[in-house]
């Protein structure tokens, strides 16, 4: 399996202080705060309220996340 696009977001505490890991979403978003994922979850919409950092990163076939791309070497 490649690995795969992803976007981490983190959302800053109420005083603005602290950004902590909130969620990863699939693909590189470019947006200001995430999208809800769906109408019915109306907590999400609040979303646009709060200040967020998003980084983009990979996801490789154990799960785990990496800034940089893995390299496959061929001999």
């Not at 109408?39 to 309220?49: D, E, I, L, R, V």
């Amino acid at each position: 399996m490649a690995a795969k696009m992803i976007t981490v977001w983190y959302k800053y505490d109420d005083k603005g202080n602290e950004a902590k890991l909130n969620h990863i979403e699939d693909g590189w978003v470019d947006g200001e705060y995430p999208k809800p994922i769906d109408s019915s979850f109306t907590n999400q919409k609040a979303w646009k309220k709060s200040t967020w950092e998003r980084k983009h990163a990979y996801l490789d076939e154990h799960y785990q996340v990496l800034s940089v791309p893995p390299a496959h070497w061929i001999k």
